[in-house]
């Protein structure tokens, strides 16, 4: 199966050297899934054109540093194409800023949380198991980096993940092919510390200090990945 990756962002500057490009980060987690995955890259937010739906098996959309509502000539495209996808059941992922855009497409509400920065690994309470998450725990513990949040979700989405700090951080749809997490499986634990350290004064210290302390917890990014293969065979 090909995904279409929709890159909405990329790893900053400041760490791109060492962890390389986002769509790297992608494909190994595809590599964890257990199944057979090849990709395209559609890199929109660099002026990349939207793919064609019709030839596409499944879509994957970023993280990114954009908010869902700033002014940017691709945002208002790409909710297009989210709500054209979602009509023709095309299995579609997001993941982050993809899970706050599909949220917003669809009808929900999405903002910057008062709560401020959700930085390093959080654990998230399993909500609800649909049938690719059948053998998921009563909590996975995955990285996570973001200041915005799906407030309200759209009424065609069921909360699968949750916690007090992202009471809406996993989001399975009921057309039954479009799924979206806040959290990033396909977050290394070096990265996860990086990233928290880079927004040293952005974040308070304090809370930084905390994140790079809580990549301890072991990570359930794998079995997550686990459950996006089988979101997506499944299709």
């Known amino acids: 199966m090909k995904l279409t990756i929709i890159q909405t962002g990329d790893v900053p500057v400041p760490l791109r050297g060492q962890f390389g490009p986002y769509a790297k980060m992608f494909e190994r987690m595809f590599d964890q899934s257990g199944q057979a995955f090849s990709q395209d890259v559609v890199a929109v937010s660099d002026g990349a054109p939207f793919p064609e739906l019709g030839p596409v098996e499944g879509i994957v959309i970023t993280g990114s540093a954009?908010?869902?509502?700033?002014?940017?000539?691709?945002?208002?495209?790409?909710?297009?194409?989210?709500?054209?996808a979602y009509e023709a059941r095309t299995p579609m992922l997001g993941i982050c800023f993809g899970h706050q855009i599909m949220a917003d497409a669809l009808g929900g509400d999405v903002r910057k949380s008062d709560k401020g920065w959700g930085l390093g690994r959080?654990?998230?309470?399993?909500?609800?198991?649909?049938?690719?998450?059948?053998?998921?725990?009563?909590?996975?513990?995955?990285?996570?980096?973001?200041q915005d949040q799906v407030?309200?979700?759209?009424?065609?989405?069921?909360?699968?993940?949750?916690?007090?700090?992202?009471?809406?951080?996993?989001?399975?749809?009921?057309?039954?092919?479009?799924?979206?997490?806040?959290?990033?499986?396909?977050?290394?634990?070096?990265?996860?510390?990086?990233?928290?350290?880079?927004?040293?004064?952005?974040?308070?210290?304090?809370?930084?200090?905390?994140?790079?302390?809580?990549?301890?917890t072991p990570s359930d990014s794998k079995d997550v990945a686990g459950y996006i293969g089988q979101f997506f065979v499944g299709r």
């Open 66 to 84: 954009a908010g869902v509502y700033d002014d940017l000539p691709w945002l208002d495209p790409l909710r297009d194409f989210i709500r054209r």
């Open 151 to 216: 407030i309200v979700p759209p009424k065609d989405a069921e909360v699968i993940l949750a916690s007090d700090f992202t009471p809406n951080a996993g989001l399975a749809y009921r057309n039954g092919a479009a799924l979206s997490f806040q959290p990033h499986p396909e977050f290394l634990d070096d990265y996860t510390i990086a990233l928290a350290e880079l927004r040293r004064g952005k974040a308070p210290d304090a809370l930084v200090d905390k994140a790079v302390a809580s990549v301890a």
């Open 122 to 146: 959080h654990t998230y309470a399993v909500t609800s198991r649909p049938g690719f998450m059948r053998a998921a725990p009563a909590a996975l513990s995955v990285a996570c980096s973001h």
